[in-house]
């Protein structure tokens, strides 16, 4: 009987969500943010350790991570109206360039050396790993840092700066993650793409879903002018978002960039579709959240954890690198405060969220399969060392920075 009842999906998906409340509250508790204790749950209840979750469950889970990444890419998306963008300055938009792209060079110039000459993995799959690696170093999980600050009141340059940075920081990591995502798959496509054939590859998943998503934000503008209330508007927004990844995928665009696109231009044809944001916040977002997070560190599978443990370190130590690195070259060409150039990159350093989604996208695509578990593995493994040195490090640059009092 219990092992009929634990092959039951909506068992399943009730100690998902279930225990990812308790060990999201055990984690506010210890003063952790709730996505380390979503991930301790995956990772508790995954087929590697208890086996409440079986690998029959988790290999029809991208549903729930294609809703998820759905709803997170169009909240991004939505927060990026041109006259935020416009008003965040150029200290803002110059650091998150550099932080954002020399993660994802350095990382990607690290993994590749590894993985060739100490690995032994053959060239082309070598650099689309590398670039892989190197796309998904760039986002950052702002949640631990924003709670430090609001733990500690923090208040000052570093603060404006951090809170500036992490409005414009997914959005520049899901771009890259389009484009490493785009070239490792033109890499291992069996043939030796050519220059152009990539470029096309490339443009063609880029510029057909930013139109997509263009058109579904339209959409859902004028069937919103319909909803009046808040379960309508959910209705609604939830509809277009699952029709756009859908197509987005059937099309061969970029399902992520796609339903991001849709929040960009719904904020940006008037500042009213705010209100579209509001309902999802209150209504959906933490049961998909909870499931998102729970569901991707199920797939954390200890065994191969512990083999590619030194890759792991080698991840975060680069991706640490060439943040900070990027942060002082932004920093220096748009004439930043000291305090940012010496101590914003480590209220950079925590990772999780969408990071830990994209990497299972990379995972569920069949030409990827082989190279995808390493790849979840790894991203997983960082995830739980950002997420936990994170608060303690967001904290150091803070009171570093003079912009916290302690007692």
Known sequence: MLEKLLSEPLFELGVILLTGYIFGNVANALKLPRVSGYILAGILISPSLLGIIDEEFLQKAHLITHASLSVITFMIGASLSWKRIKSLGKVIALVTLGEAQMA????????????????????????????????????????????????????????????????????????????????????????????????????????????????????????????????????????ILFLTFSLAHVLGFDELLATMSVGIALINISEENERFREPLENYIEDILFTAFFVVGASFLNLKVLFEYFPVVLLYVSS????????????????????VVKKYLAFTLFPQGGIVIGLSLLVYQRPELKDYGLMLVNVIIGATVIHEFLGPAFAKFALKRAGEIKED
């Open 319 to 338: 991706r640490f690198a060439g943040k900070y690195i990027g942060v002082w070259l932004g920093g220096h060409l748009s004439g930043a405060p000291s």
């Open 104 to 239: 994802f060079l350095v990382v990607s110039t690290v993994m590749f050396i590894y993985l060739y000459l100490v690995a032994g993995i053959s060239a082309p799959v070598s650099l689309a790993l590398a670039l892989l690696f190197g796309a998904l170093a760039s986002p950052t999980d702002p949640t631990a840092t924003l709670e430090v600050i609001h733990e500690y009141k923090a208040r000052g340059t570093l603060t404006t700066t951090v809170l500036g940075v992490t409005a414009l920081d997914d959005a520049t990591g899901i771009m890259n993650f389009v484009l490493g995502y785009s070239l490792a798959l033109a890499l291992l496509g069996g043939e030796s793409p050519s220059p152009p054939q990539v470029a096309y590859q490339v443009v063609y998943q880029i510029l057909g879903a930013v139109m997509l998503g263009a058109s579904g934000g339209f959409l859902l503008h004028l069937l919103g002018r319909f909803a009046k209330e808040r379960k309508e508007i959910v209705t609604v927004t939830v509809g």
